[in-house]
C-alpha cells in the first residue's frame, strides 16, 4: 500500500511540473504587459458612521491601456486604523469618528487617497427598521472575463421602503447558475472558469437581484514568430585601419515582417581574425593588414556576409604652415585670421586651424585666440606659431602699426532716385582712412537731413519721405563730413492700369486651382504686384470662383472671365476655360523586361498611369498589384516582388477598371 502511495505521489509531481513547463512557455510567448495606474472607488466616500462599512474598488491600468478589477489582488491600507480599518477584500469599517485616508498598492503602484469621514453612531430613535424592497447588481452589463487572466467584482446596492439605499454586496448570497463557466465569491468576486455563459444574481432576507449575464471567453495565446533573415549594417563598411574599431549592428526579421535590433543575441564571426576580430557586441577591430567577412548567426539563420577590409594606420603628422606666410601690417585694434595646415607621412595634408595650440611671442603687441584669429593690441612686432603633438611651425612675423585715421565719407547712392512720400531709402556711408583703406560705417556715423519736413533719416541711415521738396543728407564721425546728397521726394503715383498674369491660362480640370498675380502700372511708370490688394471676380461662378488672393478653382465645365479690380481701374478679362477631370486609359508597368530574381531577393515594379488628356503619373501605390503565380513570386501593395521559388509569374497592376500588360518576372536559384 505505501509502495503504490508513493507511485501516485511521484505521478502527480510529474503531472504538476509539465503544467509549469507549458504555463512558463505560454507566458514567455505573451506580449508583456506592465501596470501604469491603480483606482480607488468611490475616491470621495459619503460619511461613514461608526460599526457600518464601506466597499471599495480597485482597478488597474496597464501599459497596453487595458484594465482590470484588482480588488483581491491589492494591499489595502488604512493611515489611521483608530478610526477606520480595511480589511483584504477592500471592506472598510468606522471605528471611531475622525478621517482616515484609504490607499490601494500593487507592484510598487499605489493608488490616490480616497478620503473617508468616520462619523459618531447616533442614538437609535424607536422607529421600526426599514425592510429591503430590491436589489440592484453593477455592472449590470459586465464586459466579457478573460479566464485565467482577470476577474469581475461585482456590487450588491439594496433599495429599502424608506427609499434609502446601501452597499450589501459582503450581506448579500451570491449566485452563479453556471459555475463550470464562472464562480462568484461571498464578496462578489466572480472568476472565469472556461468559456461559456453564467447568470449572476445576489438575493437576501427573501429578496432576489434582476439577472447579470455574465460572458466568459478563453484567453489568446499569441504565437511568437520566428526568425527568418538577419541583416547586418554597415552592408559596405569604409576600410579599417589596424588597431581601430568598426561597430556593427545585425537587424533581425520575422516571419510577421516585425525588425528588431539582435546585436547583442547573435553570434559574430570573422573568417579571418588575422585580419579583424569580432566580439560578441558586434565591434570589429582590424589586427592587420587583409580583409575578413562578417556573419552574424542565431537560430539557425546566418546573415550574408560584410566585407571589411583592414589598411594600414592613418598617416602622422610631418610638419606645419601658418599662411599667410607674410601677412600685411596690422593695425592697433584690427584683426588677422591665420590658418595651419598639416603635411602627413604619406604627403597628403589637411588644414588643423583649430586644433593646433597658438603662441604669440609678444602678446602685449599681438594675442592670438585658439582658432588662429590674431589681434593688434600695440605697436611692435611679434612672431606667430602654430604646434601640436611635438611639431612646430616656422614662425610668421607680423607687424602692429598705429591705426589709421579717418581721411572722408562718402554716402551711396550719390544720386538717389526721386523717393515717394511714405516709401524709404537706405543710404551708406563709407570712411575712407589715412592709410587709403576703407570700411562701411553707416552705423558709426551721425546722419542728417537738411530739411526734416520733407526727409527724415534714422541713425541706421534710412531716409523716408514725409512730403514734396528736396533734402540734403550728410554723415558726419570723429569731425569729418560727407558731401551732402540731394534726395527729391515726389507726390505718391496713381494706379494707371492692371495687367493678369497668366493672360493666356491652360485649360482647368474640374476640381483643381490656378493662381493669378495682378501687376499693378503707375503714374510714375513703376510697377508693383498687387495681388492681395486687387478685387477679385469672376464672370461666370458656376464654372470657376476666384478667392480674394488671386486662386481661381475649376467648378464645373465651360468658361469664366477673370478680372482684377482696385481704386476704379479694372484689368482686362483673361479667359479661363474649365474641363471635365481626365480619366484613366492605361497602365505601364516597368521594369517591363527585369532580370531573373534569385529566390529570396526582390524587384521594385513601378505603375505609370496615362489618362484621357495625354498626361501621365506614377499611381504605384494606388494600383493592386497581383501576381500570377504566387508560389513562385509574391509581390506587395507597394509593388515590391519577391522571389519565392523557382518558376515565372505574370505581374499585373490595376486600378478603376484598367489593368496593365502582365510583365514577366522569372526566379532562379541564386
Do not use: H
Request: hydrophobic share 45%.
Amino acid at each position: 500500500m505505501k509502495k503504490l502511495r508513493f507511485i501516485g505521489l511521484c505521478f502527480i509531481i510529474a503531472i504538476i511540473a509539465a503544467l509549469t513547463v507549458v504555463m512558463a512557455s505560454c507566458t514567455s510567448a505573451t506580449t508583456s504587459v506592465t501596470l501604469s495606474s491603480i483606482a480607488v472607488s468611490p475616491i470621495s466616500p459619503s460619511a461613514l458612521a461608526v460599526g457600518s462599512t464601506q466597499t471599495f474598488t480597485a482597478t488597474a491600468t496597464y501599459s497596453d491601456n487595458s484594465t482590470e478589477n484588482v480588488s483581491y489582488q491589492v494591499t489595502w491600507s488604512s493611515d489611521t486604523p483608530a478610526v477606520a480599518t480595511i480589511n483584504s477584500s477592500g471592506v472598510a469599517s468606522g471605528i471611531a469618528a475622525g478621517t482616515a485616508n484609504i490607499t490601494a498598492s500593487l507592484s510598487g503602484v499605489t493608488s490616490a487617497v480616497a478620503g473617508l469621514t468616520v462619523t459618531a453612531a447616533t442614538v437609535a430613535v424607536q422607529v421600526p427598521p426599514p425592510t429591503l424592497s430590491s436589489i440592484a447588481i453593477s455592472p449590470p452589463a459586465p464586459s466579457n472575463l478573460v479566464v485565467g487572466s482577470s476577474q469581475m467584482q461585482f456590487t450588491a446596492t439594496g433599495t429599502y421602503s424608506d427609499g434609502s439605499t446601501a452597499n450589501i454586496s459582503s450581506q448579500v448570497t451570491w449566485t452563479s447558475d453556471t459555475p463550470a463557466a464562472a464562480t462568484i465569491s461571498s464578496t462578489g468576486l466572480a472568476t472565469g472558469v472556461a468559456a461559456g455563459t453564467a447568470n449572476i444574481t445576489a438575493a437576501m432576507s427573501g429578496v432576489t437581484s434582476p439577472v447579470v449575464n455574465l460572458t466568459t471567453t478563453a484567453a489568446v495565446v499569441v504565437q511568437a514568430p520566428t526568425l527568418s533573415s538577419i541583416a547586418i549594417a554597415p552592408a559596405s563598411p569604409a576600410s579599417l585601419v589596424v588597431g581601430s574599431t568598426q561597430q556593427f549592428m545585425a537587424t533581425g526579421t520575422y516571419s510577421d515582417n516585425s525588425t528588431a535590433v539582435i546585436s547583442s543575441q547573435v553570434t559574430w564571426a570573422s573568417d579571418t581574425p588575422a585580419a579583424a576580430t569580432i566580439s560578441s557586441t558586434g565591434l570589429a577591430t582590424g589586427v592587420a593588414i587583409g580583409t575578413a567577412n562578417i556573419t552574424a548567426a542565431m537560430s539557425g539563420i546566418i546573415s550574408s556576409s560584410v566585407n571589411l577590409p583592414v589598411v594600414t594606420p592613418a598617416p602622422t603628422l610631418a610638419s606645419i604652415a601658418i599662411s599667410p606666410a607674410s601677412p600685411a601690417s596690422l593695425a592697433a585694434g584690427s584683426t588677422q585670421q591665420f590658418t595651419a595646415t598639416g603635411t602627413y607621412s604619406n604627403a597628403s595634408t589637411a588644414i588643423i586651424t583649430s586644433q593646433i595650440t597658438w603662441a604669440s611671442s609678444n602678446i602685449t603687441a599681438v594675442t592670438i585666440s585658439s582658432t588662429g584669429l590674431a589681434t593688434g593690441a600695440a605697436t611692435g612686432t611679434a612672431n606667430i606659431t602654430a604646434s601640436v603633438s611635438g611639431i612646430t611651425s616656422p614662425s610668421v612675423s607680423l607687424s602692429v602699426i598705429a591705426a589709421p585715421t579717418l581721411a572722408s565719407i562718402a554716402i551711396a547712392p550719390a544720386s538717389p532716385v526721386n523717393l515717394v512720400v511714405g516709401s524709404t531709402q537706405q543710404f551708406t556711408a563709407t570712411g575712407t582712412y589715412s592709410n587709403a583703406s576703407t570700411a562701411v560705417i553707416t552705423s558709426q556715423v551721425t546722419w542728417a537731413s537738411s530739411n526734416n519736413t520733407v526727409a527724415t533719416v534714422s541713425s541706421t541711415g534710412l531716409a523716408t519721405g514725409v512730403a514734396v521738396g528736396t533734402a540734403n543728407i550728410t554723415a558726419v564721425m570723429s569731425g569729418i563730413s560727407s558731401p551732402p546728397v540731394s534726395l527729391p521726394v515726389i507726390a505718391v503715383p496713381t494706379l494707371s492700369s492692371i495687367a493678369i498674369a497668366p493672360a493666356s491660362p491652360a485649360n482647368l480640370v474640374v476640381g483643381s486651382t490656378q493662381q493669378f498675380t495682378a501687376t499693378g502700372t503707375y503714374s510714375n511708370a513703376s510697377t508693383a504686384v498687387i495681388t492681395s490688394q486687387v478685387t477679385w471676380a469672376s464672370s461666370n461662378s458656376t464654372s470657376a470662383t476666384i478667392s480674394s488672393t488671386g486662386l481661381a478653382a475649376g467648378v464645373a465645365v465651360g468658361t469664366a472671365n477673370i478680372t482684377a479690380v482696385m481704386s476704379g481701374v479694372s484689368s482686362p478679362p483673361v479667359s479661363l476655360p474649365v474641363i471635365a477631370v481626365p480619366t484613366l486609359s492605361s497602365i505601364a508597368i516597368t521594369p517591363s523586361s527585369p532580370a531573373n530574381l534569385a529566390v529570396g531577393a526582390t524587384q521594385q515594379f513601378i505603375a505609370t498611369g496615362t489618362y484621357s488628356n495625354a498626361t501621365t503619373a506614377v499611381i504605384t501605390s494606388q494600383v493592386t498589384w497581383a501576381s500570377s503565380n504566387s508560389t513562385g513570386a509574391t509581390i506587395s501593395s507597394t509593388g515590391l516582388a519577391t522571389g519565392v521559388a523557382v518558376g515565372t509569374a505574370n505581374i499585373t497592376a490595376a486600378l478603376s477598371g484598367v489593368s496593365s500588360p502582365p510583365v514577366i518576372i522569372t526566379v532562379a536559384t541564386p
